[in-house]
Structures are given as C-alpha cells and as structure tokens.
C-alpha cells in the first residue's frame, strides 16, 4: 500500500481521549476539585473494560505516526491523558499503566513545578519523580503552560477567566492584542524550554487549562514546537483534528455502567430545553437592583431544568428589533453597561447552563453611510427601509458588523451564538444600487427593479440568492468568533411562514433547508398566537411535520414556543403552555425552548418548567 493510500485509510480513522485528573486510593474528601477524582479500585475497572472491549489504548507517536501515512489507526483505539502533574499519577497510576501496559499522557504546569501558586490542596510530582516515569517509555510528557492554569479578572466586576483566553481587565482599561499575543507566545515558549531542561526532549503536546484555546493560542502552540494540542469536549476525534483534540472529561468516579456509556455514546445528542433570555429585563439603572435581577434569574434557570439559555447581547429598550446599545466592550456602538460577560459566567458556572449569545445579523441602530443600509422600492424609487438593516452586499457593512460578533468574542466567554430573526429580506429589498448590480452580474437578473419583481420565476431566483448571502453572511460572523471560540455553536431564528409556505421564501429570503445547511440549530419560532393561528394545536401539528420530512430536520430543529400573547397582552397560561410542549415531544421533538422567560413574575412557572424539563 502507498504513503497515500494509508493516509487516506487513516483520515476515515476515529479515536477517543479520555481525560482525568486526579486518583485516589479512598473515598474522595470532597472539595472543589472532589468531582475530578477518580478511586483507583474504579480507574483499574475502568482499564480492565477498555481491554475487555477490544479497545486499543495508543500513544502520540501512533497518533503522528498515522498523520504522516506511515501507519493506520487500529480499530476502536483510545488515548489516555492525565492533566495537572499530581503526585497520584506517580503513586496511583503508574502501576496501573504498567500492569496493563497502557501508554498515556501527563500535563504539567510549569509554575506549580516551580513552586508558584501550585495548588494546596494537592501534592504534585517532583522533578525527580518525573524523570522516573519518563523511562517506562509509556508516558508522553505534555505542557500544561508555564502560568496559564488561572483565572484573570476579565471585567469591572472581578469575575475571571481563563488566563490562556481572556483578556486582562486591568486600570480600568482592557489588555491590547499586542499584550495579549506576547503574553501567551511567552508563556507556551518559556513552558517548552524547562520541560525540556528536565527531560532533555522539547513537549510535542499542548494541552490547554481549562481546555481553552483560540487560534492565537494554536499559533503560539506551534510555535513552540507542539503542533498537537488538546481541549477538552466531546465526541470523536479524526486525525484531522489534531492540531486541537476533543476530550472526554472523566468526572464524577464513574462506575462501569457509567463509564461504559461515556465511551460509547461520548455525551452526544443531548436535548436542550432552551429559555431565551431578554438582558434588557435584568438591566436597570439602579447596580444594585441590576444585581439582584441577575440572581433571581441565575436562581430560577438553576430550578427549571433549562439546560440552555439564548442570552441578549444587544440592547433593544425601545423594542423596535434593533440594536441601539451592546451589552460587551465593542469599537462601534455605545455600551449600555458592560453586563452580558457578568450574567452568561453566573448562568454558567451557578446553573450549569450552555449560554448563546443572542444578536442581530443586520439591525443595528448608528448613524452610517446611507449606501450601507438596506434599500426598498417604496413610492417609485429606491429608499432606506423603514427598518433599517444593514445590507449584506456592503462590504463596510459586513466588515462593521463582523467587528460587533469579533469584539464579543474577545471580551465574553460563552457557548453558542443565536443569530436574531432580523435576517430578512422582502421581496422589495434589497434596491440598492450595489445589490441591483450584484444581482445582474452575478446571479444573471434583471438589471431594474421593474423588470426583476414582475416576473414570478426571476423573484423566487432573487428570494433563493438572498437566502443564501445573508446565510453566508453568518458563516463569516461565525467564523470571525470561532478565531477566539473555536467550539462555539450556531443557532438561527426562522419565522414559521417559510416553512409551512416554502414560496414565501420569496417574501423572507428564508428557507428551513437552507438554514439546517448551515447551522447546527434552526430556531423556529413555533408560536401560533403570535401568527393568529385559530387552532393552535392543529397549528403546530401541521408545523412539526413539515419539519419531519426534512432530512436532520427534527434533529437540528428548536422549537420556540411563546410565553406571552402579545396580540391580547398576556401571558400565556401554565396548561396551554404544557400542552404545546407534550403534543411537540409526542410528535418527536428533540428540543424545545420559549421565550420570553419573565423571572420577575415566576412566567412560565418554574415547577411546571422543571416537571416538563427535568425528566428528559
């Protein structure tokens, strides 16, 4: 067989990381750290299982050796790593990988091997004792960074983050680019060179606190000498993804059924129960009573069973849908309080909730060049919308807007972006000239708005075009935050009428294949009262089977229920609400959401949340 043909059987190749931490030989002392311990009865359980299983535990060199073409992957293979250097690892371990003759990884932090801020809680490995399992020949030396194992004060509020990600909130005033790219250049060079003043031989392995990495940490990374990294998260790994691997954290001393399961189904295909989240109800003017807002609601996502919340970004005060203030350090808007960091780190950490970020795609309220806008043909001739958006055929415009979702990247840490419903365009935009000249030259239509909207065939062409720009409009803002958020997901809003009437693509430029072709969630916002419907539950019934009969379409599909009747201006009541949610999972819905959440009024209750919720 060629170099090739064995790279090309080796890329189809999948292996699993498992990660851990410390190993005890008693029943953990509890603690912060007590739920990454594993007992050392359960971690030789656990090795016994992988080998009874006919998993095939590999080293780094396999790994690279695949990579290269010079060998394949074998079946059902497994990487172990250990990360922090504990001396449980020499004590505990060790005669663990001997027995079984299993290869790992450890990661060690620099500055703890220099006594510096290492932890009190946990004895570590010395040199000495490092050097000793470095002649098993089975264990793979990894830097863990010199002094990046730490949180830095990210914002006016003390709250921090990790040091190898964050931006240092200092004097007032946010750490630069320049500063920060110094930084971690310094600190992945300086942990190379004492790792390999101990050993003799330079990490080839980077494995990231936290598992926290951007792509200026990867090029810092490979700069020193360790083009092969790992984070943490779950799932699968090919060979592709070496330069930044998926770990499956090990948590909790898992028993075998337990852990049985994380290998095999790697905590993929979670559900999510998503509550949407209006920043502009926590805001006040008052910190204090702003304060308080925030814990009432960290306090009430904890005790629904929300797994998920699509947190506001933007502020929107006036509710005309467009963003006249932001809620995160930016270089075009206003700040209206740097808050959306504060209150997706509360919600994380306190309810153990995957954040999104919620903002508009083009509805963003400044005083700019009118040729950046979106035009419509209005009175004869082509003006600004009367709710104006920025036009994705403007190049200064993408360019602005994408600076927006870039600086929320670098000042906020959170999981997931939700792009707004605000991503249309009617079938009387976009008239500019510029849009005009694109869709003649490019897309082959008519040069005058005249000609273009009165033939049928032309205007679902132009509604099919459009889809597709602003679609890959938000590949770029997405690509912008995956610079400093490499894991992040994406989610859009779509409005029903697109699916349950696909040729009003042509009033939208909305389509349910087009967005489940670039998303990993489609967000439809299933809201019968909101669209007048007259039986709601006939209503949503005919909606779910649309969204059936496309491929991933259930799988990739929110459904975004609604929590207040706007048209009548009340809520919608507690039944009503359950009952929508229980037709959607007998229909096989996988996730379901609402909006808006009110943790003013307890809306929707939350002992109905968590006894619809919890249970799945």
């Known amino acids: 067989m060629s170099s090739a043909s064995a790279l090309a059987d080796a890329d189809i190749s999948n292996f699993i990381v498992l990660n851990y931490h410390d190993v005890i030989s008693a029943a953990s002392a509890g603690g912060p750290d007590a739920r990454f311990a594993v007992n050392k009865k359960n971690l030789d359980a656990q090795f016994a299982w992988l080998r009874s299983n006919h998993y095939t535990v590999i080293d780094v060199q396999t790994l690279l050796n695949a990579s290269n073409g010079k060998q394949s992957l074998p079946d059902k293979a497994i990487l172990l790593s250990f990360d922090d250097g504990y001396q449980s690892f020499y ?22 091997l220099e006594n510096q801020n290492a932890p009190k809680q946990h004895a570590l490995m010395s040199v000495d004792q490092i050097r000793e399992i470095m002649k098993s020949g089975l264990v793979e030396l990894a830097s863990h960074g010199y002094d990046l194992h730490r949180g830095l004060i990210v914002n006016p509020r003390g709250d921090h983050q990790s040091a190898a990600t964050a931006r240092a909130f200092i004097a007032n005033g946010y750490e630069s680019e320049q500063h920060y790219r110094q930084r971690i250049f310094q600190a992945l060079d300086k942990s190379a060179e004492q790792l390999f003043q101990i050993i003799g031989v330079r990490p080839r392995v980077m494995v990231w606190p936290y598992g926290d990495y951007n792509a200026v940490t990867l090029e810092a990374a490979k700069r020193a000498g360790m083009p092969l990294t790992m984070g943490l998260g779950d799932g699968n790994n090919t060979l592709a993804d070496l330069g930044a691997v998926k770990r499956l954290i090990v948590t909790d001393d898992p028993d075998i059924r337990q852990f049985a399961r994380l290998v095999q189904e790697q905590r993929l295909g979670q559900t999510l129960r998503v509550a949407q989240v209006d920043l502009d109800y926590v805001y006040d003017d008052d910190r204090e009573q702003t304060n308080r807002n925030i814990r009432s609601l960290v306090d009430r996502i904890k005790n629904t069973g929300v797994n998920t919340v699509f947190l ?34 509360q919600l994380r950490s306190q309810a153990k909730v995957k954040v999104y970020a919620w903002l508009p795609i083009m509805a963003y309220q400044s005083a700019l060049p009118d040729a950046w806008y979106v035009h419509e043909w209005r009175d004869d001739e082509a003006r600004i919308a009367t709710k104006s958006r920025l036009s994705p055929f403007n190049p200064e415009a993408r360019q602005y807007i994408g600076d927006i979702y870039e600086d929320l990247a670098i000042h906020c840490d959170f999981d997931g972006v939700l792009f707004h419903d605000d991503g249309v365009l009617s079938d009387f935009e976009d008239v500019s000239e510029q849009a005009l000249e694109i869709g003649h030259s490019v897309w082959g239509l ?18 099919q075009h459009k889809t597709e720009l602003i679609a890959q409009l938000t590949d770029v803002l997405t690509d912008r935050v995956k610079f400093y958020k490499p894991s992040i997901k994406t989610a859009r809003n779509l409005f029903a009428l697109p699916i349950l009437n696909e040729s009003s693509e042509e009033w939208y430029a909305q389509s349910l294949a087009n967005f489940l072709n670039h998303y ?57 609400f359950i009952e929508q949610v229980r037709l959607l999972e007998k229909n096989g819905a996988q996730h379901i959401g609402y909006y808006p959440d009110n943790f003013h009024i307890d809306h929707p209750n939350s002992q109905a949340l968590k006894k619809l919720f919890i249970q799945n």
């Open 91 to 112: 004590t505990e371990v060790m005669p663990l990988l001997e027995k079984y003759h299993y290869p790992a990884t450890i990661a060690v932090v620099g500055s703890w």
């Open 312 to 345: 506001q970004a933007y502020a929107d005060p006036d509710g005309d849908g467009r963003a006249d203030r932001l809620y995160f350090p930016n270089r075009h808007l206003p700040v209206r309080r740097d808050l959306f960091n504060h209150v997706a780190l």
């Open 446 to 463: 008519p040069a005058d708005f005249e000609t273009l909207h009165a033939d049928a065939t032309f205007r679902m062409i132009w509604a």
């Open 520 to 576: 990993d969630y489609v967000a439809v916002e299933a809201m019968p009262f909101m669209e007048q419907a007259k039986n709601p539950q006939d209503w949503l019934q005919i909606l779910i089977n649309k969204i059936a009969a496309y491929p991933q379409g259930l799988q990739k599909t929110i459904f975004e229920l609604q929590t207040v009747d706007w048209e009548k201006r009340q809520p919608v009541t507690s039944a009503v």
